[in-house]
């Protein structure tokens, strides 16, 4: 009994379970129309792609420089675009984010548009041309991706300013550069700022070149006499009695108002013997300069001497070791560990070392620290010009400015090399690196050459052939008149009549520029104005050339290195 009871049960069961999958089946089709097939999604519209682009009738990818104000801009597609979708979909946008209004125009049935802009184009400007995906075909499609476009517009060979003879625009550039040693003083000390946006931190080493460069001013009656002498004896009461020393060594920068230290970094905050030396060299030849019997210049050049003969050049060897050390702090001692060594900025160091009277070095300290540096002797040739020292393709130009802002390299030879053709040769290994441009640099040229040390954008750099970032100093070329007179005039003219309308401004030139990538400097520098007003005068003149190179000590020091020249 149980067992049929059981077999029922299962039967019922899976008749009643038959039951209900037939209803729901009817229930689902009874909510169909009787005989309607399942109608399929409708397909979407097909994304499409670019099929070319084309600047001026070019394609040189997605970066352009040297590009003209009025370009053409012709991009063409898989498919026909939908025109109601390009105008929010393309933009051509200046560097500050600014749409520029563009002109459109279609081709090859609406698959090619052509835009140009609405005006000409500012030149030497950014601007970003864009396309988004939001742009559609006819049958509804959008765009797969998107497109970016820098262009770099072209400079403005037009000339800014009216003509002047060479002697007159060589006045011009040294008159409005003095500006900066001038109008920039700082009204306690008389020093100059080390940039000119500095506030209270002066430079030693740059006051050092602005008092030559006020001597030149003196000379040629940009300022006054009393006017310079008045701040040159304002600036050397300054550093006698009121600046703080290191063993008679200046730090690189100080307070303009008390006269502190400033470090110029964490471990650098007491003597900077390098920079002191370019300081001496520009008192050196203040001395030599007001040499009149009057109480004011005698009680000058008798400041400047307790300046000059209270620097310690020869407790910087360290512990009497044959090398010179840049630095020295109060608290950190000889922690930077320095050598000075070449070839590089410093050989006035070791002259004046050796010109002291009271704390001298001898030779074998320079024959011993400075000449044995890895970079010093080189004799490879580059551009066709053979280089005595110095790092592979010289390294920047202001190697051959801040020594030689005083010590005249023509004639001058010693065991290492002859200085004229040191300075020359670096010169024109810098120039020729330039002009044949090998990093394809917009604007490079034989009239815009110069890789020295200098602001770059967002940062400083010591540029060179092995190290440059795009970036010119006018300073370069225009410090290195004595060297390369012709070029470096082609190149002052191309700065002031087609640039000058951006980098000739209140003080001179500024610090520097990049054409490649439109960008001006605000800035200026004293070690880098100073050197142009000097040098240009040293090549005119040979003022500063000869009031240093008249000091007898100088004359003694160079003699017991071994330096040999006309005027020794």
């Known amino acids: 009994m ?90 051509l946008k200046n560097s500050t984010g600014t749409n520029v209004p563009l002109n459109i125009t279609y081709q090859n049935s609406d698959s090619t548009i052509v835009v140009t802009p609405g005006a000409a184009l500012s030149y030497l400007s950014k601007y970003v041309f864009s396309i988004n995906t939001s742009l559609k075909s006819k049958p509804g499609g959008n765009l797969l991706s998107g497109l970016d476009v820098s262009l770099f517009t072209s400079l403005d060979s037009s000339r800014k300013f009216s ?72 600036e050397v009461a300054f550093l006698k009695n009121t600046a703080q020393t290191f063993h008679g060594a200046y730090p690189h920068w100080l307070n ?8 110029f970094s964490t471990d650098d905050n007491g003597a900077d013997l390098v920079e002191t030396s370019y300081l001496v060299q520009g008192l050196l030849c203040a001395r030599q300069y007001f040499s009149g019997a009057s109480a004011e210049e005698t009680a000058l050049r008798a400041d400047i001497n307790t300046i000059w003969n209270r620097v310690e050049w020869s407790w ?22 320095v050598k000075i060594q070449g070839w590089n900025e410093a050989m006035i160091t070791y002259i004046l070392a050796a010109s002291s009277t009271a704390y001298s070095v001898p030779k074998d300290v320079y024959t011993g620290g400075w000449a044995v540096g890895p970079s010093f002797t080189n004799g490879n040739t580059y551009y ?24 005249n390299p023509f004639g001058l030879k010693d065991t290492y ?11 024109l290994i810098n120039y020729n690196y330039c002009k044949s441009n090998p990093q394809n640099y917009y604007g490079y040229s034989d009239s815009v ?25 006018p300073t370069a070329a225009l410090s290195s008149f004595p060297y390369t007179a012709s070029e470096s005039m082609k190149a002052l003219k191309f700065y002031y009549y087609v640039l000058g309308d951006k980098i000739f401004k209140q003080y001179g030139f500024v610090d520097a520029f990049k054409l490649s990538d439109p960008w001006f400097a605000d800035s200026y520098l004293a070690i880098d104005e100073g050197p142009i007003v000097v040098m240009i005068e040293n090549y005119r003149s040979q003022l500063l ?21 006309p005027y020794l």
């Open 2 to 91: 149980f067992f049929l009871h059981r077999k029922h049960i299962n039967e019922i069961t899976k008749s009643y379970v038959a039951c209900i999958f037939f209803a729901f089946a009817m229930i689902i089709t009874g909510c169909k129309k009787s005989g309607s097939p399942t109608a399929p999604n409708p397909p979407l519209p097909a994304s499409f792609s670019f099929n070319s682009f084309q600047l001026n009738g070019n394609f040189n990818g997605y970066n352009y420089k040297g590009v003209n104000t009025l370009p053409v801009l012709k991009i063409s597609f898989l498919a026909s675009v939908d025109k109601n979708s390009v105008g929010s979909s393309i933009a």
């Open 449 to 473: 050459w110069g890789l020295t040390a200098s602001d770059v954008p967002n940062g400083y750099n010591a540029s060179s052939p092995s190290n440059d970032v795009g970036v010119i100093a």
């Open 256 to 263: 303009g108002s008390t006269g502190a230290v400033i470090p």
């Open 545 to 565: 050339w000869n009031l240093f190179t008249s000091v007898p000590e100088v004359k003694a020091g160079m003699k017991s290195l071994g330096f040999t020249a």
């Open 417 to 427: 090399a002859n200085y004229q053709t040191q300075a020359t040769n670096h010169t």
């Open 163 to 234: 003509s002047l003879s060479d002697d007159a625009l060589l006045d011009l550039v040294q008159k409005q550069t003095l500006k900066y040693f001038t109008d920039l003083a700082h009204p306690v000390s008389g020093l100059a700022l080390e940039r000119n946006t500095s506030g209270q931190t002066v430079t030693t080493g740059g006051s050092g070149f602005g008092i030559m460069a006020l001597i030149a001013g003196i000379n040629r009656g940009f300022i006054n006499k009393a006017d310079g002498f008045a701040q040159i004896q304002k």
């Open 384 to 407: 066709g010009y053979t280089l005595p020292l110095g790092p592979a393709l010289g390294g920047p130009l202001f190697f051959e400015h801040y020594s030689f802002l005083g010590v």
């Open 316 to 337: 910087f060897r360290q512990n009497n070791q044959n090398v010179l050390y840049w630095h020295w702090s109060p608290d950190k001692a000889w922690k930077m560990n």
